[in-house]
């Protein structure tokens, strides 16, 4: 969560978009950076264990238009 420690600070100032809008970015945000360490930490675990699945699905969910 290093990487994402200016997102409480950035949020506030993101009060054009919806909550749920804010609520999407940060999953995405969460969710690239996440799966950006998984590979780097240990690739044939994240490959093995379906993370990198996960991690997508995060993202398909947090990039729907409903």
Known sequence: MQILHA???MLPELDWLTLDQQVRLLA???A???AVQLIADDPETVILHGLLARQ???L???ARTD
Do not use: L
Request: proline share 7%; glycine share 6%; aromatic share 6%.
């Open 7 to 9: 997102v409480p600070y």
């Open 60 to 62: 398909t969910h947090a």
């Open 32 to 34: 690239v950076t996440g």
């Open 28 to 30: 995405v945000t969460s």
């Open 56 to 58: 997508c699905a995060v």
